[in-house]
């Protein structure tokens, strides 16, 4: 994969939350060891601040 291409990868609200305390709690242990955090702050902003997207309504169109 080149570097400008992106995964997508939809989470419900728990996995959500799950994968930011995650995050967090690996970012506490970069900190506790003195090593840099930034790219792990980014990846945890991108995870919080990721757009939610209702799922649609299948719907039967044969029924129609």
């Given amino acids: 994969m080149s570097s400008d291409e ?3 990868v939809t989470l419900d609200d728990f996995e959500q939350r799950l994968m930011v305390s995650g995050l967090t709690d ?3 242990d970069l900190l506790r060891e003195d090593k840099p955090t930034e790219d792990i ?3 945890i902003m991108k995870v919080i601040d990721a ?3 209702k799922e ?3 719907v039967d ?3 129609r």
């Fill in 26 to 28: 690996f970012r506490n």
């Fill in 51 to 53: 757009p939610t997207r």
């Fill in 56 to 58: 649609k309504k299948k």
């Fill in 6 to 8: 992106k995964v997508v």
């Fill in 41 to 43: 702050n980014e990846l």
């Fill in 61 to 63: 169109r044969e029924a």
